[in-house]
Every structure is written in structure tokens, then in C-alpha cells.
């Protein structure tokens, strides 16, 4: 009974600090002609997103950095990065290649799944779901069927999902960009 009053509080904390991370996200987009430049060497704070989208290769892409697998959690098959990390989308993201959590406290509580390179697509993702877009930062982030992917500060292993539901905005991505553990 301790250890499930433990664990809550730290749940509670955990969603506490997350809804302060992203309580002052902006659901207004702007918009701009896509590009498929290349980031500059150095990357440089800003806190809006160009939408730049490219499409991602199959899974013989050289020299890729990050690559998106399926693995089975608790809350069944989710999208992971390259060291068995849960992926997550926001709803606060309403237009494909632009992230409302670039910046500030939202951004370190939910760094961006970014690339250097192209991604590679591991069984069972549709390669063609997977595209990345130009940061305003200078960073490529991934995304899958038009969701920006994130990772959650709060996992500290692979195969943890404590990211999910927070504020009702943020879940686990799965194969298809769909969200995992949401019930509605």
C-alpha cells in the first residue's frame, strides 16, 4: 500500500511539472513553403518550428542516427527510438512539420525526436508514414503521419510509459502515428 502511495505522488509531481511545461503552448500555426535544406552545423534557441517536411527512406538508409522500432509495453506496440525509447505525440501539434513544444520548460520536458541524417524504419512501420521537418532551431525532428515525435524526461528505462495521458495531450505514439493508450 506505501509503494502505490509513493508511486501516485510521484505520478502526480511527474504531471504536475508537465502540465507547467506545456500549459503555455500556443495552438496558433503559422505557415511557410517547405524546404529540404540540410541543418547548419550549429544550432541556435528559437521557439517556432519551420514546416519543412522530407519523406524517409527505407530501412537501408545509410548513415542514419536515430532509427523508429516498435516495441511491446504495457500499453501494447508503440513507436520507440534507437535506445528503446518511448515515442509520444501532442495534440497541441495541429499541423504536420511544426512543433509547439520547441522551446522552454515544454521542450526540456519533452526533447524532440530528432536525426542527424535520415531516419531508418524498422518491421512493422510503414516507412511512407515517416517523415522529418526542418526545426527553427536547425534540428531535424521525426514524424510519423504528420505527428511530431517527443520523448518524455520522466522514462528513465525502455519500456517506460510515464508520459502517457499527461494532461490529457500526450501519448504514446504506435506504428501508425495513431495514439496507443488513449481509450476515448
Not at 44 to 73: G, N, Q
Not at 83 to 90: A, I, N, Q, S, V
Not at 130 to 146: E, K, L, N, P, W
Request: with cysteine; charged share 10%; glycine share 10%.
Amino acid at each position: 500500500m506505501r509503494l502505490s502511495h509513493l508511486r501516485a505522488l510521484a505520478l502526480a509531481g511527474v504531471a504536475a511539472f508537465a502540465l507547467a511545461a506545456c500549459g503555455s503552448s500556443s495552438k496558433s500555426s503559422s505557415s511557410s513553403t517547405a524546404t529540404t535544406t540540410a541543418p547548419p552545423a550549429t544550432a541556435a534557441p528559437a521557439t517556432t518550428a519551420s514546416p519543412a517536411t522530407t519523406a524517409a527512406p527505407a530501412a537501408t538508409a545509410a548513415k542514419a542516427t536515430t532509427s523508429l522500432k516498435v516495441a511491446m509495453t504495457k500499453l501494447g506496440t508503440v513507436l520507440v527510438d534507437s535506445k528503446g525509447m518511448t515515442l509520444y505525440r501532442f495534440d497541441g501539434d495541429t499541423t504536420p512539420g511544426q512543433s509547439n513544444c520547441g522551446a522552454g520548460q515544454c521542450a526540456s520536458t519533452w526533447p524532440a525526436a530528432t536525426v542527424t541524417g535520415k531516419p531508418t524504419v524498422g518491421p512493422g512501420i510503414d516507412a511512407a508514414l515517416v517523415t522529418t521537418f526542418m526545426r527553427s532551431d536547425g534540428m531535424t525532428q521525426m514524424q510519423i503521419a504528420g505527428h511530431p515525435l517527443y520523448t518524455f524526461a520522466g522514462d528513465a528505462k525502455p519500456g517506460d510509459t510515464n508520459g502517457e495521458g499527461i494532461i490529457d495531450m500526450w501519448y504514446a505514439a504506435g506504428p501508425t502515428g495513431a495514439k496507443v493508450g488513449d481509450n476515448s
